[in-house]
């Protein structure tokens, strides 16, 4: 999917069409010694491309600021890299140089991966400090992510708004692809972390049970692991545990 096509599919106004290769010298300004080692190993030359900017100009959708948060303006990058591993870290780099809030398309070997993150306003700089990472699973089609970031299915009622809805279909997706919950809840988020950490927890006495010589030690960790497949399965379902 060529980068106008990417566009078409999430149905942005093409006054936010920008399409040009973004400058490095405007980023390298900000980065330290060590982020300009990183991004020279991972980002390919010329390979930072502004897709789109996404303000009151371009969209009509008004811009939000408060104590805590500011969204001026929201800025769509594709970036070209040699490994999708190190996506997360690139844009971190990037977000912490610049005033806006991000969405990034990471592409590698034909493989692509988007990334957003909420974020917190340094008063001093007006930069912004990433909070909380959100990225697409790998093993879901692109374009179940991207007919619910269309923008006419959007939350555009301001620029936060916008933002917001965007990180919520990434979680929305996840949930229905991977654990069949079609449900539009405010608390996605929290769901998947705790899907997740125990996935990640069942998998740790799983691996320490194989591991385990000792019969008794072996049947303790296989336990714990079977209390929390339950567990999980319960959350899953919704159930209260």
Not at 154 to 173: A, C, E, G, R
Request: hydrophobic content about 40%; proline content about 2%.
């Amino acid at each position: 999917m060529d980068e106008k096509e990417v566009l078409e599919s999430l149905n942005l106004p093409k006054s936010t069409h920008v399409l040009r290769t973004f400058p490095y010298v405007k980023l390298a300004t900000q980065f330290t010694a060590d982020e300009k080692k990183v991004f020279s190993e991972v980002v390919e030359a010329r390979g930072v491309r502004l897709l789109a900017t996404i303000n009151p100009k371009t969209t009509n959708i008004t811009a939000y600021e408060d104590e805590e948060t500011s969204y001026q303006e929201i800025h769509l990058f594709k970036i070209k890299v040699n490994q999708l591993t190190r996506a997360e870290r690139i844009y971190k780099i990037i977000a912490e140089a610049m005033p806006y809030p991000l969405i990034i398309m990471f592409e590698a070997n034909d493989h692509v991966k988007w990334i957003s993150a909420t974020h917190k306003k340094i008063a001093k700089t007006g930069l912004l400090k990433m909070d909380k990472l959100f990225t697409t699973d790998l093993t879901i089609p692109i374009e179940r992510y991207l007919e619910k970031w269309a923008f006419a299915m959007s939350d555009t009622y301001n620029l936060k708004t916008y933002y917001d809805h965007f990180i919520q279909q990434i979680l929305q997706v996840e949930l229905q692809q991977n654990y069949q919950i079609h449900a539009e809840s405010s608390n996605g988020m929290e769901r998947l972390e705790e899907i997740k950490d125990l996935e990640k927890q069942i998998a740790d006495y799983v691996a320490k049970a194989k591991r385990e010589v000792q019969m008794n030690k072996r049947i303790e960790w296989q336990t714990k692991a079977n209390e929390l497949k339950i567990r999980l399965q319960n959350t899953i379902k919704g159930e209260i545990k």
